[in-house]
């Protein structure tokens, strides 16, 4: 009774690492398909970033030019109160009645005519600032037509691309589903987060020439001996995936050539002719 429940177990730890194997294969070939689709998904997202960097910048180009636009209406109005009030100052230089008055007068219109120079010239720098705004908006509204056009390329590649993959991938996710209540969750989870750190997305391998499949460490013998046993899941020391023997994963480990034969020598073949 004893020995049926450990063949049991035995048996129970072997279908484990068959169905992980297999597993291993489905994913492998789902993430075939995602390589086969390349960057182009991190390429349409990246697009869509930089379409929306563009329209940002526009959007606050505008904005700049049209907060300059309304500086020069305002230094206009000011330009017209000033002129205004030099006006006004020059009518009164006729009826002044002493000298410091005639200079008062022309010391306000001198002081007014400086602050006009100087609202002009705050115009013309708007202007310049305006000019500049709108170059880099008739830029930047190039490279986003350039994006829209190059993302409208991505996405229909990637469209064709996923129509074309898209029934593999499911029926793929499909054989998951199935196979995955075969295995405990204590293994699956930890088959899961080995394969997620994994550099290749391979978290069961093979040994080959007695070597891990997966970091091509060697295996001490008594370990490969372990393995072949089945009778435990057994993880490499070095990379941490775990490691199922070619025999259970039905891969045929690569038969040793033979030595050759050794030639006698010719000094025995001399002696065995002279006998």
């Known amino acids: 009774m004893a020995t049926e ?32 689709r390349g960057e182009l998904p991190q390429e349409v997202d990246d697009l869509e970033d930089e379409i929306v960097r563009f329209q940002t910048r526009i959007h606050k180009h505008e ?23 030099i006006a006004r100052y020059d009518s009164q230089l006729d009826n002044v009645r002493n000298n410091r008055e005639y200079a008062f007068l022309e010391k306000e219109k001198e002081y007014e005519s400086l602050e006009i120079e100087l609202a002009e010239k705050n115009i013309r720098d708007a202007r310049a600032k305006q000019e500049v705004k709108k170059e880099e908006i008739a830029r930047c509204s190039e490279e986003l037509a350039d994006n829209e056009h190059v993302l409208e390329e991505k996405r229909r590649e990637l469209t064709t691309i996923i129509s074309e993959t898209k029934q593999e991938e499911e029926e793929l996710r499909g ?3 199935e196979i995955e209540p075969s295995i405990d969750e204590y293994t699956l989870k930890a088959f899961k987060r080995i ?41 490499c020391e070095y990379c941490g995936r775990i490691m199922i023997d070619g025999a259970l994963a039905g891969i045929e480990e690569p038969k040793a050539e033979a030595p050759a034969p050794k030639r006698r020598s010719s000094r025995k073949s001399a002696a065995a002719a002279a006998e």
């Open 5 to 36: 429940k450990k063949n049991d177990k035995e048996r129970s730890v072997e279908d484990r690492l068959k169905a992980l194997y297999k597993l291993q294969t489905y994913y492998s070939e789902i993430d075939r398909i995602r390589t086969l």
């Open 63 to 85: 904005d700049e030019i049209a907060d300059l636009e309304r500086l020069i209406n305002q230094k206009n109005g000011e330009i017209e109160d000033r002129r205004a009030k």
């Open 175 to 177: 054989k998951i589903k």
């Open 195 to 235: 394969r997620q750190n994994a550099r290749n997305g391979l978290g069961i391998v093979t040994v080959q020439r007695s070597a891990c499949g997966g970091c091509f460490n060697r295996i001490p013998p008594q370990r490969q001996l372990e393995i072949k046993m089945h009778k435990k899941v057994i993880v």
